[in-house]
């Protein structure tokens, strides 16, 4: 069937297995030459998609104990972050780590290391992992932590599926009081006030900000800097009060078809840009906001990624490291905003420090926008990618699909320690997907 | 489950051909439910229950004579009691057979009408009887077909539905609205056509 990332962008004809049990799951492994593991498809490129065998996880989606002294949660791989908030958020548990979308499952959290906006002061989802279990090239499982193993642990959290296939982890949720987050928007009139902002709020247990990638001159980088907290009882209102985990829940829209390309040009954006910032302008301060809305606002609007029209999009992420984070960014907004192609949906968020085998983050700031799919904007990618370079950069592989593999191996000198690892266990011939083949992994 | 949904559930070995063990599986229950769903179910092979008379005989008990034969034993029970629900999961199949699975869509026929004969005889009796019509739904059932995207359900949205359809008395639902003005068109074409085409 044809197949792609969140991104649409590229579609491949690929063979998706499903399997429902482990048994099935063996087979697959011992007969099939070549293999990937797929979650729930949001990584945005090509990460998931093997065209020989892709292993949709998706059925194997238990949640097996829960320890409530310790917030512990042992739960199959397929599982979706939405069901775990669904069944723990009302018992007073929250993953202490969570993307910006909660249509992962724990699988693709895992082999991603997905980051959150909380990053600075917590770590990536590795820092929730207690251990996990994988089933390698022969079809045996092991159990890894960072205590046993770790040499299995540190590849896979970050691995992108290129170690085997993750059946099962125990993850830590964190305790919260309600369903509500404190949230204080700042408006940051450029990107130095921007990171000064970001700076001053290293205590902020989240931080995140939405970048104006089209301003220039004066403007560049003018942000709305958000910051958030757990809410506490006593911050609800009375009525809040009565029912502390429980939100009103949203209509969802849905986007019911490719919208054609032009909707979305530099002028739309533009003008949607400039009205984001000055409403945020106007309400900046604290208020409540519910979970939901706080940590994943796209997910109310159902394939939003289809206002990109039937091309696709592809996004665009580095994390600078943070003495060059000012420089960097600078010149790659200043590309963006000069090709006018930017769009709806860019994001900055300060990154606290990391310690892994193959993991996206570093200290420093990252940098996230999507591009609709045209000869133009992959040229622009391309700019993008030589600037990070520049700048002492890396990318993140889950949100690429159209890098070379020169530029991964110039950015990060652990691609080629990675690779090694993988050829020392026999992996690079066995787990693989479209974009490991790219890479060169 | 039971982490999912706080609730406490239990596990019983169940053969829906082995009819002769089914007042006795109702018997030794822990307690009698309030409400039961059928979701037994077999697709089988058409082209093979045209060839093979057991093949086809398989079908027909898995869909007609074993979901008929513990509803019915529950029915009794609910209807001594005055109260319960019964949710038999039958298939748009059965509204008119077709050339690619009759065998099946005519025992998910008989189902349907046992169903509304139960519903007819029950309904002064305190007993709710829900018949569900699914078009496709993403199941084993149906995996490695080429299915339409817009008219297959997930199993999800068929529960989501279902718990609807109870609590709110519903007699016969489709999931998916538009499965309900497909079927009227299908139900409409005379036969002189209907015998022509292929669908
Ligand atoms: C709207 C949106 C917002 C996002 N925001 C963020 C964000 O804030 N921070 C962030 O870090 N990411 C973010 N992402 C990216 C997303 O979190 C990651 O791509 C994540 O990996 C997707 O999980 P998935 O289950 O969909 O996996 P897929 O996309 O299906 O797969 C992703 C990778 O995980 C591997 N994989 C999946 N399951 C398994 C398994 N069981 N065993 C081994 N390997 C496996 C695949 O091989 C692949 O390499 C965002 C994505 C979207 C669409
Ligand atoms: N999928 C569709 O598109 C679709 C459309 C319309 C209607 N339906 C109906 O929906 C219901 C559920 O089907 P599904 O799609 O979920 O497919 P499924 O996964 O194949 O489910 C069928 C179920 O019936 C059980 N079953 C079969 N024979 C049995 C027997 N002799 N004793 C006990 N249990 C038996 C199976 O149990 P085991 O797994 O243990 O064998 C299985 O759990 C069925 O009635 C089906 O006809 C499905």
Redesign the interface.
């Given at each position: 069937m044809k197949l792609s990332g969140w991104g649409r962008y590229p579609v491949l004809e690929a063979r998706v297995h499903?399997p429902?049990s482990m048994e099935t799951l063996q087979q697959l492994v011992a007969s099939e030459p070549s293999l990937i593991a797929r979650g729930n498809g949001r990584a945005y490129g090509d990460s998931a998609i093997n065209t020989c065998a892709t292993i949709d996880m998706r059925h194997l989606n238990r949640?097996?104990?829960?320890d409530p002294a310790s917030g512990q949660l042992i739960a199959e791989a397929g599982v979706l972050l939405g069901?775990i908030i669904?069944?723990f958020l009302r018992?007073g548990w929250f993953p202490l780590v969570t993307p910006g979308t909660k249509f992962v499952t724990l699988g693709g959290a895992i082999a991603a290391d997905v980051h959150g906006k909380n990053h600075h002061r917590d770590g990536s989802f590795r820092s929730c992992v207690d251990w996990i279990e994988v089933m390698g090239a022969d079809g045996q499982v092991r159990r890894c932590s960072p205590q046993d193993d770790p040499d299995l642990f540190d590849h896979t959290l970050g691995g992108m599926g290129l170690t085997g296939i993750i059946l099962r982890a125990a993850i830590r949720l964190q305790p919260v009081e309600t369903a509500w987050i404190r949230q204080t928007t700042l408006a940051a009139p450029n990107l130095k006030a921007a990171m000064a902002a970001f700076e001053a709020a290293q205590d902020a247990t989240y931080s995140v900000a939405w970048i104006d990638c089209l301003a220039a001159g004066s403007n560049l980088g003018r942000s709305l800097v958000m910051l958030g907290e757990h809410a506490g009882r006593a911050d609800l209102s009375p009525r809040q009060a009565l029912a502390p985990f429980q939100i009103t829940s949203k209509r969802k829209l849905s986007i019911p078809m490719d919208l054609p390309a032009f909707t979305l040009n530099s002028l739309t954006v533009r003008a949607f840009n400039a009205l984001y910032y000055r409403a945020g302008e106007r309400k900046t301060g604290t208020r409540l906001v519910d979970w939901d809305s706080y940590f994943y606002p796209l997910d109310a609007i159902l394939g939003w990624n289809r206002i990109y029209g039937r091309k696709g999009l592809a996004q665009f992420q580095c994390a600078l490291p943070l003495d060059r984070s000012e420089a960097g960014l600078t010149a790659l907004l200043s590309e963006i905003a000069k090709a006018g192609a930017g769009s709806f949906l860019a994001v900055l968020k300060r990154f606290g420090k990391q310690d892994s085998a193959f993991s996206f983050p570093m200290e420093g700031y990252t940098l996230a926008l999507d591009f609709p799919v045209t000869p133009k904007t992959l040229a622009l990618l391309d700019r993008l990618d030589q600037i990070t370079l520049a700048h002492g950069g890396r990318f993140y592989l889950a949100k690429d699909s159209r890098m070379t593999s020169a530029t991964l191996r110039a950015s990060d000198p652990r691609a080629a320690d990675f690779h090694a690892h993988r050829d020392s266990h026999g992996f690079t011939s066995r787990f693989t997907s479209a974009q490991s083949e790219r890479l060169a992994l | 489950m039971e982490l999912r949904y706080e609730v406490s559930v239990s596990l019983h070995e169940f053969d829906a051909l082995a009819t002769d063990s089914h007042e006795a599986f109702v018997a030794e229950l822990p307690e009698p439910p309030r409400i039961a769903v059928c979701a037994v179910g077999l697709m089988g092979q058409q082209a093979e229950s045209e060839r093979d008379v057991a093949s086809a005989a398989r079908v027909m008990r898995s869909n007609y004579e074993g979901p008929v034969s513990i509803l019915a034993v529950l029915a009794n029970r609910f209807e001594e009691r005055g109260s319960g629900t019964i949710v038999g999961i039958s298939s748009v199949a059965g509204v008119r057979g077709r050339a690619t699975n009759y065998v099946y869509g005519s025992a998910k026929a008989g189902f349907t009408a046992f169903l509304s004969g139960l519903r007819n005889r029950l309904s002064k009796r305190g007993v709710h009887v829900v018949t569900v019509l699914p078009g496709f739904v993403a199941t084993q059932m149906t995996e490695g077909m080429d299915l339409p995207a817009k008219l297959t359900a997930e199993p999800s949205e068929i529960a989501d539905a279902i718990a609807r359809a109870v609590e709110r008395k519903k007699d016969v639902i489709y999931v998916r609205p538009i499965w309900r003005l497909i079927m009227l068109i299908i139900r409409n074409i005379p036969e002189r056509i209907f015998k022509e085409i292929r669908i």
């Amino acid at each position: 069937m044809k197949l792609s990332g969140w991104g649409r962008y590229p579609v491949l004809e690929a063979r998706v297995h499903r399997p429902r049990s482990m048994e099935t799951l063996q087979q697959l492994v011992a007969s099939e030459p070549s293999l990937i593991a797929r979650g729930n498809g949001r990584a945005y490129g090509d990460s998931a998609i093997n065209t020989c065998a892709t292993i949709d996880m998706r059925h194997l989606n238990r949640m097996i104990a829960f320890d409530p002294a310790s917030g512990q949660l042992i739960a199959e791989a397929g599982v979706l972050l939405g069901d775990i908030i669904a069944a723990f958020l009302r018992r007073g548990w929250f993953p202490l780590v969570t993307p910006g979308t909660k249509f992962v499952t724990l699988g693709g959290a895992i082999a991603a290391d997905v980051h959150g906006k909380n990053h600075h002061r917590d770590g990536s989802f590795r820092s929730c992992v207690d251990w996990i279990e994988v089933m390698g090239a022969d079809g045996q499982v092991r159990r890894c932590s960072p205590q046993d193993d770790p040499d299995l642990f540190d590849h896979t959290l970050g691995g992108m599926g290129l170690t085997g296939i993750i059946l099962r982890a125990a993850i830590r949720l964190q305790p919260v009081e309600t369903a509500w987050i404190r949230q204080t928007t700042l408006a940051a009139p450029n990107l130095k006030a921007a990171m000064a902002a970001f700076e001053a709020a290293q205590d902020a247990t989240y931080s995140v900000a939405w970048i104006d990638c089209l301003a220039a001159g004066s403007n560049l980088g003018r942000s709305l800097v958000m910051l958030g907290e757990h809410a506490g009882r006593a911050d609800l209102s009375p009525r809040q009060a009565l029912a502390p985990f429980q939100i009103t829940s949203k209509r969802k829209l849905s986007i019911p078809m490719d919208l054609p390309a032009f909707t979305l040009n530099s002028l739309t954006v533009r003008a949607f840009n400039a009205l984001y910032y000055r409403a945020g302008e106007r309400k900046t301060g604290t208020r409540l906001v519910d979970w939901d809305s706080y940590f994943y606002p796209l997910d109310a609007i159902l394939g939003w990624n289809r206002i990109y029209g039937r091309k696709g999009l592809a996004q665009f992420q580095c994390a600078l490291p943070l003495d060059r984070s000012e420089a960097g960014l600078t010149a790659l907004l200043s590309e963006i905003a000069k090709a006018g192609a930017g769009s709806f949906l860019a994001v900055l968020k300060r990154f606290g420090k990391q310690d892994s085998a193959f993991s996206f983050p570093m200290e420093g700031y990252t940098l996230a926008l999507d591009f609709p799919v045209t000869p133009k904007t992959l040229a622009l990618l391309d700019r993008l990618d030589q600037i990070t370079l520049a700048h002492g950069g890396r990318f993140y592989l889950a949100k690429d699909s159209r890098m070379t593999s020169a530029t991964l191996r110039a950015s990060d000198p652990r691609a080629a320690d990675f690779h090694a690892h993988r050829d020392s266990h026999g992996f690079t011939s066995r787990f693989t997907s479209a974009q490991s083949e790219r890479l060169a992994l | 489950m039971e982490l999912r949904y706080e609730v406490s559930v239990s596990l019983h070995e169940f053969d829906a051909l082995a009819t002769d063990s089914h007042e006795a599986f109702v018997a030794e229950l822990p307690e009698p439910p309030r409400i039961a769903v059928c979701a037994v179910g077999l697709m089988g092979q058409q082209a093979e229950s045209e060839r093979d008379v057991a093949s086809a005989a398989r079908v027909m008990r898995s869909n007609y004579e074993g979901p008929v034969s513990i509803l019915a034993v529950l029915a009794n029970r609910f209807e001594e009691r005055g109260s319960g629900t019964i949710v038999g999961i039958s298939s748009v199949a059965g509204v008119r057979g077709r050339a690619t699975n009759y065998v099946y869509g005519s025992a998910k026929a008989g189902f349907t009408a046992f169903l509304s004969g139960l519903r007819n005889r029950l309904s002064k009796r305190g007993v709710h009887v829900v018949t569900v019509l699914p078009g496709f739904v993403a199941t084993q059932m149906t995996e490695g077909m080429d299915l339409p995207a817009k008219l297959t359900a997930e199993p999800s949205e068929i529960a989501d539905a279902i718990a609807r359809a109870v609590e709110r008395k519903k007699d016969v639902i489709y999931v998916r609205p538009i499965w309900r003005l497909i079927m009227l068109i299908i139900r409409n074409i005379p036969e002189r056509i209907f015998k022509e085409i292929r669908i």
